[in-house]
């Protein structure tokens, strides 16, 4: 045990050099993925000079800054990390009401700042039609369809959100983060702090097929009479939001890390949640230069979803793996079907490759698939780790079941909390967040149902900004709130700094723990700092067809 304390101390303190060496590679390589790489730091002027500034068009970006990313470990951030965190709030989040006191006052403030702008003609909807907000943000509306209504989806008693999600098929579990929004909405209606509001909220189940998707979103928009729309799944949000966009659909808070949702600029109207999993790629592949620094480099294999979702994770790897060949010696990406009723045969190839590491690129039960065929194969025992995905932490729905044999594996989990973990269920919000879902007459050791809370308590603390703004509750008053967003979030990790701004700061979250489980306590177990970053991750211009960001 206190090996493996040193070994993390020394990630922490190599942490911010190990990434530089990720994303410095070969200049060949910069057009290679969306992963990390030289063009995924800071601006043209900083490489106004470089040898490679033909490639520019091409730099990638959905991916933490190496600079951002080393003042933040190294503590070297010339006091705007500081600056940012002062605060006049109180900050006492040891009780429920100390975190609403905190929560209450936070808003105050964002509250105050945006109608100071409002008032002196500087954000808000312009003489040229144009919403106008902080750092860049230029909205142009009168792009919008002719019949658009800024506020449309509203009533006197109600307003309508959309959302388009899975419910049924293999990635069914995933139709609880709805049940938890839902949940924590009948809490916010039963408080009235939306001007006499209630949220309906309207969830089709689209099987994750994005045909499906497109037909409800069609539905939606249409005859819906939705204020706003959200969706679930990479594959499904990227057959979609070029229409959100063009219909001038606020589409906050995306429920996936695709870095594509980090693009302001040309699909506004969208927003992120998780950290990018772009940036997750990278940080495996510092994990092992670190940590299995005496067998350096080492064979990796991954099994990926054979869809968008895993392509990004695919592509981020595979880049990290291209770059840095002193860590990753070979790399073999196995892909399997979504719908696959077993992983057997997948992960018999990959067991046959023999790799040093295993990652996990999938989502839903196929998480639980390939802890249980990795053990099964009798290749767990010969690995010097393995992970699994961000989007697997829940540990009642993808850790439990899989007994002893999810003993051991890490993750960069993105630094959410598990309302189901052993050891967080007595902190105020999670045992506040698990009494609303058993009052609701629903599980609470669902792990997510707990993380739906925490996505619902986002969006109304962006909701009640809004609403509190000159005009009130509106589309554009909506996306003024979320492009000037910063909250304390109570179901992340403290440490990571929670903001959206303009257009210059597009993931909300852009930092992670790391973490092994501990299948004995059914606990994850974090070992060192958080590592945030937060405004490093340069936008996404996602171009499918060339495979990234741009």
């Known amino acids: 045990m206190e090996i493996r304390r040193n070994l993390l101390r020394l990630l922490a303190l190599l942490f911010a050099f190990a990434l530089v060496a990720a994303a410095c590679g070969s200049s060949d390589d910069d057009d290679s993925s969306s992963g990390s790489s030289e063009s995924a730091t800071a601006t ?103 019949d658009w209504s800024d506020t449309h989806g509203l009533s006197d008693d109600t307003m309508r959100f959309g959302q388009t999600t899975v419910q049924s098929g293999n990635l069914a579990a995933y139709g609880n983060l709805s049940l938890g929004m839902e949940i924590w909405f009948q809490y916010i209606n039963s408080l009235d702090v939306l001007s006499g509001r209630d949220i309906e909220f309207i969830i089709k189940d689209d099987g994750y097929v994005a045909a499906q998707t497109i037909e409800y979103v069609d539905e939606l928009i249409e005859s819906g009479n939705v204020l706003l729309l959200q969706g679930l799944g990479s594959p499904n949000g990227l057959a979609v939001y070029d229409k959100i966009n063009d219909e001038c659909i606020p589409h906050p808070f995306y429920l996936s890390g695709h870095p594509a949702w980090g693009d302001p600029e040309l699909h506004p109207w969208t927003t992120s949640y998780q950290m990018s999993y772009s940036t997750e790629a990278v940080l495996w592949g510092t994990w092992m230069k670190v940590n299995l620094a005496d067998k350096l480099p080492v064979k990796v294999a991954g099994l990926v979803m054979d869809n968008d979702f895993g392509l990004a994770y695919e592509m981020g790897f595979e880049s990290y793996a291209e770059q840095n060949p002193d860590v990753v010696a070979e790399y073999l990406p196995v892909r399997h079907d979504p719908a696959a009723p077993t992983l057997t045969n997948e992960v018999t190839t990959i067991a046959a490759f023999d790799p040093d590491v295993f990652i996990s690129m999938t989502a839903g039960n196929p998480c639980l698939l390939a802890i249980q065929e990795v ?63 058993t009052d609701a007459g629903e599980d609470p050791n669902i792990s997510l149902t707990g993380e739906g809370v925490f996505r619902g308590y986002a969006f109304t603390e962006a909701f009640r900004i809004a609403d509190a703004l000159p005009g009130g509750m509106s589309r554009t008053n909506l996306m003024l709130a979320l492009r000037n967003f910063k909250i304390y979030h109570p179901g992340l990790l403290d440490g990571l700094v929670t903001e959206l701004k303009g257009n210059t700061d597009a993931y909300f979250v852009e930092g992670s723990e790391y973490s092994q489980f501990d299948a004995t306590n059914q606990t994850w177990v974090m070992v060192g700092d958080v590592v945030d ?15 990234g960001c741009r």
């Open 44 to 146: 043209a002027d900083d490489h106004g000079d470089d040898d490679d500034h033909d490639h520019e068009e091409e730099d990638t970006g959905g991916t933490l800054s190496q600079d951002a990313v080393e003042k933040a470990v190294s503590g070297e951030d010339d006091g705007s990390a500081a600056e940012e965190e002062a605060s006049d709030c109180p900050q006492d989040r040891s009780t429920i009401e100390g975190i609403f006191a905190e929560a209450d006052c936070n808003r105050d403030s964002i509250i105050a700042m945006i109608t100071e702008k409002m008032e002196a003609g500087e954000w808000g909807v312009n003489d040229d039609n144009h919403l106008i907000g902080p750092t860049g943000m230029d909205i142009d509306l009168n792009e919008c369809p002719g």
């Open 375 to 437: 053990e099964a194969s009798g290749l767990y025992e010969r690995l010097d780790a393995a992970f699994t995905p961000s989007v697997c932490k829940g540990i009642a729905a993808y850790l439990a079941p899989a007994g002893m044999a999810a003993d051991g594996y890490w993750i960069v989990g993105g630094g959410a909390k598990d309302t189901t973990d052993s050891a967080k269920m007595e902190e105020p919000f999670i045992k506040f967040a698990r009494q609303l879902i």
């Open 533 to 547: 970053a937060n405004g490093g991750t340069p936008n996404c211009r996602w171009d499918k067809a060339n495979g």
